[in-house]
């Protein structure tokens, strides 16, 4: 159901959100995340554009979280890289369709759950799970 994008975008903010005020290089973060490095510098400028990932160039710069990783949720990242597309009116674009059929309506109500789903964690829970497993990337 997600997309690598995203997946990948989580893999990164939860890395950086388990050092939180910590910068990482691109470099540290393809080795830790496992994301491709092309594919990581396009993750981090979407991350980076929504406000949710800041950049420092020179000695010492890299990226970081820009907010505390509990005022993070995984739909905030999932909505910055490739966010959930709802179905607002019939994808076929039957005139007939004024309102959506019951297949899409079902799906609808799937995507709108899974929108709620990740309204309701944030990077800060999923860092601070019991699990000995460091979440989403390689320590």
Same mark, same amino acid.
């Given at each position: 159901m997600l997309s690598k994008t995203a997946e990948y975008a989580l893999r990164t903010i939860a890395c950086l959100g388990s050092e939180p005020g910590q910068s990482e290089s691109a470099e540290t973060l393809c080795e830790r995340t496992k994301v491709p490095r092309r594919y990581l510098h396009k993750v981090?400028?979407?991350? *980076?554009?929504?406000?949710? *990932?800041? #950049?420092?160039s020179g000695p010492g710069g890299g990226y970081s979280l820009s907010l505390d990783p509990d005022a993070v949720t995984i739909l905030d990242v999932v909505n910055a890289v490739a966010p959930l597309e709802r179905i607002r009116h019939c994808p076929l674009g039957l005139p007939s369709h004024t309102q959506l059929c019951p297949l899409h309506q079902e799906?609808?109500?799937?995507?709108?759950? =899974? +929108?709620?789903?990740?309204?309701? *964690? =944030?990077?800060? +829970?999923?860092?601070? #799970?019991?699990?000995?497993? *460091?979440p989403l990337c390689n320590r």
């Open positions: 981090l400028q979407d991350l *980076v554009r929504a406000n949710l *990932v800041q #950049s420092r799906l609808d109500q799937a995507y709108a759950a =899974t +929108e709620q789903a990740f309204a309701r *964690v =944030t990077i800060g +829970e999923v860092l601070r #799970s019991d699990s000995k497993m *460091v």
